[in-house]
């Protein structure tokens, strides 16, 4: 019993401390929060709640785009109980370094591609110009 108390005690101090989305309480607006959730996710989490009442995170997957792979991504910012609180959502932070690092990537890709054209076309240049000379 005291155990139990002590798990569900650390639950709700989890969520107040680090956010979470309560999804059977979160408006619209704070359900889009969550990375992955636009708003025809949001108004079918709605939609299913008020059929529903969500008793466990995990039923999220019962709703059509929302899988093991998504579920894993939001499970650390989702509550079936407490208030909402999308201040400190990992999984929105998550997603933005991840995005900022895609960005880096496909920028340093697009410099190297940039410095292989001037490499490629600096070379053109010396090679006619050694076959220019060469034919004096």
């Excluded at 101090?13 to 708003?39: C, H, Q, R, W, Y």
């Excluded at 079918?44 to 019962?62: C, G, L, T, V």
């Excluded at 208030?83 to 895609?102: E, H, M, Y």
Aim: aromatic fraction near 4%; proline fraction near 1%; charge should be positive.
């Amino acid at each position: 019993m005291k155990l139990t108390k002590i798990f569900v005690s650390a639950a709700v101090l989890s969520t107040a401390l680090f956010g979470a989305v309560n999804l059977n309480t979160a408006s619209k607006d704070e359900l889009m929060a969550l990375p992955g959730i636009g708003e025809a996710k949001a108004e079918a989490i709605i939609k299913y709640r008020k059929e529903n009442k969500f008793k466990s995170i995990d039923e999220i997957k019962n709703i059509k785009g929302i899988g093991d792979k998504k579920f894993e991504v939001l499970k650390s910012d989702l509550a079936v109980s407490g208030d909402t609180d999308i201040s400190d959502l990992k999984s929105a932070k998550k997603a933005a370094k991840d995005k900022a690092k895609k960005a880096d990537k496909k920028m340093k890709d697009k410099a190297d591609k940039g410095e292989k054209k001037l490499k490629d076309k600096a070379k053109k240049k010396k090679d006619k110009a050694k076959k220019d000379k060469d034919d004096e």
